[in-house]
């Protein structure tokens, strides 16, 4: 019988856990899939992006850890392409390689004043709420107000985190330095800014009607938002979106303590302040029905004490593999990787949104990876056999120790024991040196055959 075939899969977010899946459950193939992450823990973005107040969709983590449970998947955490190994180790040692790293960088407004001490992208801001063992605490929190530039959920995540009373964040997964700094901070009003009209933003319904419906908090919208006859034009999420709208521009504030401002047609022109943030230079813009025409292009300071940019995620490049640096994705043919003259690249793949870009939710990325492990299960009829080499033997000859299932279950137990000291599910562990003492291996794992060593 031919040997089994390997796969690595490269990031064990909710793409990368997809495709281990579709590639573990299929018969078609004798397939072993190997998942490596840079971090010691799986999930990416459902760790470490999703809202810590949304533990309903947090709690896919659970449909997603049955993959790594199958006989025919490994974990290999805390092992980062580019870093521990190359494209070139993967490649002698897999059959083939999935790329699935996702988009960790951020987005740029391209002002002057963006790198000012109280401007950060929404990338970091979220990384050190969600307790990412990379981040630190990218603000001061000592500002009265803040002003959050984007027009999509990861912006309105931002202004919720930011502006709801902490104690509704309490029994979050949040590390307690996050919790104690939002406690202690000054923050009492956020500016949501919205370069475009209410139909073209790209908030969902459901998380303005969360926003809407925070207590403690009232949520105003400038006068040149919601036009209903806008909504006739928009789709349905547009007219739903102004629904919502439409019923916060009619409601009275209530006297809250602490307030939300949406504002429509607020281009960032820059940055203010000598030695930090002091306020957001910006423009009115125009498009379409209900668009301010006659104050189009009016110039106004929003005196603010920090800069939130959610305008986007971007990938990176990863090692030497191809990378479309216009558009932040490895350039592919509905996921089969293509070098810079098109070509495909035999036995690489990639998916997510290091694949499409920074758009859709958990379950879009489902139908992502079972497009591209269609093709890869289509190709590997074609790829010859090889004599692979080892991944563990490589990882130890670099002194690299990678985290595996079981060191991966001792932190997620932890995890879940300093929550339940304190009333909680779970408590975030976010330092590295905790995160490693915990998930690597007593001693190193040595594998003792070269053939595919977990049982199948
Ligand atoms: C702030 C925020 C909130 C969101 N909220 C929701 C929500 O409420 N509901 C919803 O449905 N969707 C939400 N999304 C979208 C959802 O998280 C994404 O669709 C999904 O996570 C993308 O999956 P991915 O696997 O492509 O990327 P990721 O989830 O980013 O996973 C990529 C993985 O690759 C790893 N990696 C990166 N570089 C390397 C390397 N060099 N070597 C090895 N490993 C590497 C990373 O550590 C990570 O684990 C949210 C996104 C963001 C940013």
Known sequence: MSPARRVAVVGAGPAGLYAAEELARQDRHDVHVDVLDRLPSPYGLVRYGVAPDHPRIKSITATLSRVLDHPRVRFRGGVALGADITRQDLLDRYDAVVYAAGAPADRRMDVPGEDLPGSCSA????SWYSGHPDAEQPLALDAARVAVVGAGNVALDVARVLARPPEGLERTDMPEPVLAALRAGAVREVVVLARRGPRHARFTPKELRELAGLEGVDVVVDPYGPDL?????????????????????????SG?????????????LRVL???????????????????????????TVLPVGAVVRAVGYRGVPLDTVPFDASRGVVPNDKGRVLDVHGAVCAGEYVTGWLKRGPSGV??????????????????LDRLPER???????????RGVRPVGLAGWARIDSAEQDLGSARGRDRTKIADWPTLLRLGRAPRPVRETVEEPPWPS
């Open 273 to 299: 302040g000598e030695r930090r943030v002091t306020g957001l230079e910006i423009e009115r813009t125009q498009d379409g029905p209900g668009a301010p025409a006659d104050d189009a292009g009016e110039r």
């Open 362 to 379: 958990i379950g879009t990325n489902k139908l992502d990876s079972a497009e591209t492990v269609a093709l890869l299960l289509d190709d």
């Open 123 to 126: 990338t970091s801001f979220v």
């Open 229 to 253: 006859a806008e909504a006739r034009a928009g789709d349905r999420t547009a007219q739903a979106n102004l629904r919502v709208l439409a019923e916060l521009a009619g409601r009275p504030p």
């Open 256 to 268: 809250a303590p602490r307030r939300v401002e949406l504002r429509f047609h607020a281009r960032p």
């Open 387 to 397: 004599e692979l080499l080892g991944l563990d033997n490589l990882l130890e000859s």
